[in-house]
């Protein structure tokens, strides 16, 4: 979602201009949808109530695609964390915030 509203995973919430929020909440609406239209991400052992695998995973963008070309522009995936887990990025589509 964040690839998708072109937001750093490492910018402040606060930090995010009304046009930026709103953005990110059409990405949310849009991707959402998608997922669970496609029964969810079996990344490793999810499984739906019928016991069935996702299929979202193949749409993923930059998830667990860290060194992989990214889809827009060709630059390398990166993963940080934030707050503890895992975020997935690309440097040159999502740039980082500046320090104030």
Excluded: N
């Amino acid at each position: 979602m964040l690839f998708d509203a072109r937001i750093h995973p490492e910018t402040p919430a606060c930090r995010l201009s009304r046009r930026r929020v709103e953005r990110l909440h059409a990405s949310m609406r849009t991707i959402l949808a998608r997922a669970i239209e496609a029964g969810g991400s079996s990344v490793q052992d999810y499984r739906d109530a019928d016991g069935d695998p996702g299929d979202f995973q193949f749409e993923h963008k930059v998830y667990d695609r860290t060194g992989e070309p990214c889809v827009v522009c060709g630059t390398p995936i990166r993963m940080t964390r934030v707050g503890g887990r895992s975020s997935h990025f690309c440097p040159k589509c999502q740039k980082k915030p500046r320090a104030r």
